[in-house]
């Protein structure tokens, strides 16, 4: 079967540095993406890695390693409108997302 | 960036009625689309591919003769919920890859919020 792990929640206050890991199991990796989700709203794109390494875009970064089936999303300067559900998604065959279970982050003045 | 439309944003039906939601893909053709189901605070399930010119392919536990899927034209995908119950309840998104662009970055739709009395 396919599993994603990520953690269900955290807490963070405005300004900090926060990070989301997520560990998956799966068949047919091309890669993995990050969305996040605000309430009653659809997921928005955040970042892609097809690769290892580390990618960059404004105040998010995220990591793979597919060696370790694993990476992370990575948010500085947290600001309170970054309150949200965060999901990684393995990319399968086809086009496929496979999401995690999401993580809700609370950000806290 | 691509965008997708979803039309109706919600909708409310009476148990055993059909209700039939779109999926437009606005400023790009989409000859695959991907139909999710999302339940309160849970995650987005995938439930079927929609291709253009063929068969819809489900996911394992989604009963195709109940969510019927038809992908009319190189921008549209609709998904018709037969027979709907309570039980049926839940936000429905649908998304589009970008093929033609940045072929890993999936567009997804506002979501339909379906209730069902």
């Known amino acids: 079967g396919q599993s994603l792990e990520q953690p269900s929640e955290v807490t963070a206050v405005e300004g900090a540095i926060v990070q989301i890991n997520c560990t998956y199991q799966?068949?047919?990796?091309?890669?993995l993406s990050w969305y996040q989700q605000h309430d009653g709203g659809a997921p928005t794109f955040l970042s892609y890695n097809g690769l290892d390494g580390l990618e960059e875009t404004g105040r998010f970064s995220s990591f793979l390693s597919r060696s370790d089936s694993y990476g992370y999303l990575l948010l500085q300067e947290l600001q309170m409108k970054d309150s949200a559900s965060y999901f990684c998604?393995?990319?399968?065959?086809?086009?496929?997302?496979?999401f995690g279970q999401g993580t809700e982050l609370s950000v806290k003045p | 960036g691509a965008v997708v439309s979803q039309h109706p944003s919600w909708v409310i039906c009476k148990s055993g009625t059909s209700v039939k939601i779109e999926c437009r893909s606005l400023d790009f053709q989409a000859t695959t689309m991907f139909w999710y189901r999302q339940f309160p605070k849970q995650s987005l399930m995938l439930m079927a591919t929609?291709?253009?010119?063929?068969?819809?392919?489900?996911e394992q536990g989604v009963e195709k003769d109940k969510f019927l899927i038809n992908h009319a034209s190189l921008t549209l995908s609709t998904l018709t919920v037969t027979s709907a119950h309570p039980e049926d309840s839940s936000f429905y998104i649908c998304?589009?890859?970008?093929?033609?662009?940045?072929?890993?970055?999936?567009?997804f739709g506002p979501g339909t919020r379906l209730t069902v009395l």
């Open positions: 998604a393995v990319h399968n065959q086809g086009g496929k997302l496979i």
């Open positions: 929609s291709n253009e010119g063929s068969k819809a392919t489900y």
């Open positions: 799966t068949s047919g990796f091309y890669g």
């Open positions: 998304s589009a890859p970008d093929w033609g662009g940045r072929g890993d970055t999936q567009y």
